[in-house]
């Protein structure tokens, strides 16, 4: 087995720009729109005079704006009757009247019942969607703000997250801030991220011509200042739309603050995301956690080194990352899943190794990572891997994944008993699962019964 890149050659903006790239997914944006925040937001931050921490942080701000969208995509798909990732992408486009969103629920909400039916769920929804519109954004906000922590970022970065939807004239949520008592942090990434979602439906004009329409109202009016300063160069517009964006944000994170990973850091970050994947459901709560810590203790009875089991542990905690750009009415669907949604929810695995393949460092994981779904028999996805194909360490995330998935409740079945899970991998044994690694899974659930009963 070879042995995987050492962090010391990964920096830490690369890691979290491609990463960003998943939480693009689970906003319905188009891939690279934290990345081009990121770029807008910096512009604008340089024309304020910034010194360089307060640049650094509002970098990290752009890039991980949407660290806890994912947390409320299952009970926002329910409530509105929507496809979550489609409803998220249009609500950003809506104006800022009443009518406006009133406008956007008759024509998103509650699509695909019969006349009646709909009416009834339209009152529903008039009658409770301010509550639930700040039940779903405080969760966002403050469960984004405490996996930044968890990623070890200053309280200042959290803070930019957590108020991300406030604004300036004091109308936004979940808490109603207005003025300066909004971080600053948070004041210039909801300007970005209006300036690169209108850009991205009309152009320029558009981005810039919403800008100015909301100054005062949404936006900070001497932001708005900073905006108009910083596009009034061509090489602004030029850089947003670069194939080279990601490079060029690499060189855009401030000098004297850049920092490259460490093992603990990279675990921590690791971890981090595996909380983000896991949000995007309540039937996957924990779901990477206990794949990674099941990896970790099936590669120690199958003898993988220490280092390469840490390694193998991050696989298993990003396996699924893919899954954030699946909508919630598939993953919480509990009927059968349609030919169309099948492929959708298969399209996770091709999505996982489009993320993580971003990382150079990364490699190896992302081939590991995306192809749990391969089986032996070469009848699995994305790429229909047969026996010889198929790594050590995929074969045990596989056995892991299947394992949670038959022991963990599901939309359309409750948990099964850890025996009768056994039985159904048993019967995949060398097709689906290795004969190796399920006796060490065996061995396992006899051994280590508090482990696998997590």
């Known amino acids: 087995m070879t042995q995987p890149a050492a962090p010391d050659t990964l920096q830490l903006s690369e890691l979290l720009g491609a990463l960003s790239c998943a939480l693009d997914m689970t906003e319905g944006q188009p891939v690279g729109h934290s990345m081009r925040c990121c770029w807008i937001g910096m512009h604008v931050g340089q024309r304020l005079g910034l010194g360089q921490e307060a640049l650094w942080e509002l970098y990290y701000v752009l890039l991980l704006k949407d660290l806890g969208c994912s947390s409320n995509a299952a009970k926002l798909a329910d409530f509105y009757g929507a496809d979550d990732l489609a409803f998220k992408r249009s609500f950003k486009t809506i104006g800022p009247r009443v009518t406006d969103a009133i406008d956007f629920l008759l024509g998103n909400a509650a699509q695909g019942l019969a006349p009646i039916a709909r009416a009834k769920a ?3 929804i008039f009658r409770h969607t301010g509550r639930v519109s700040r039940d779903l954004i405080e969760t966002r ?6 996996i930044a922590r968890r990623l070890r970022f200053s309280e200042a970065v959290a803070q930019g997250i957590q108020h991300l939807d406030e604004h300036w004239d004091g109308g936004g949520l979940p808490e109603g801030l207005g003025g300066e008592t909004i971080s600053l942090y948070a004041r ?9 979602v209108f850009h991205s439906e009309g152009g320029r004009d558009a981005a810039l011509g919403e800008a100015r329409r909301r100054a005062g109202a949404w936006f900070d009016p001497q932001l708005v200042e900073a905006l108009e300063a910083a596009a009034a160069d061509e090489a602004f517009w030029s850089g947003l739309a670069s194939p080279a964006l990601a490079e060029a944000l690499m060189m855009m994170e401030p000098v004297q603050t850049r920092l490259t990973l460490d093992d603990d850091w990279l675990d921590d970050i690791a971890a981090g995301f595996g909380q983000v994947i896991d949000a995007k459901s309540p039937y996957t709560s924990g779901h990477s956690t206990r794949v990674a ?11 993988v080194a220490p280092e390469r089991r840490r390694w193998l542990r991050r696989a298993a905690l990003l396996h699924d990352v893919g899954k954030l750009g699946v909508s919630s009415t598939i993953l919480e669907k509990p009927s059968r899943l349609e030919s169309a ?14 993320i993580l393949s971003r990382i150079g460092a990364f490699d190896e994981l992302a081939r590991v990572s995306s192809a749990h779904h391969e089986k032996l028999d070469g009848t699995g996805y994305p790429l229909g891997l047969r026996d010889f194909q198929i790594s050590l360490e995929t074969r045990i995330i596989t056995a892991c994944d299947f394992f949670d998935a038959l022991t963990a409740d599901r939309p359309y079945r409750a948990a099964l008993p850890t025996a009768k899970a056994l039985d159904i991998m048993r019967g995949e044994v060398g097709r689906a699962v290795d004969p190796r690694v399920f006796e060490a899974l065996e061995r396992l659930v006899v ?4 482990l696998m009963a997590a």
């Open 341 to 354: 949604e099948w492929s959708a929810m298969q399209g996770h695995a091709g999505k996982t190794q489009e």
């Open 188 to 196: 210039v990434a909801l300007l970005a991220q209006a300036v690169d």
């Open 122 to 124: 339209l009152v529903h």
């Open 141 to 146: 906000c403050h469960r984004g703000a405490d």
């Open 293 to 303: 810590a099941y990896a970790d203790a099936l590669g120690e009875v199958l003898g």
């Open 447 to 450: 051994d280590r019964p508090e």
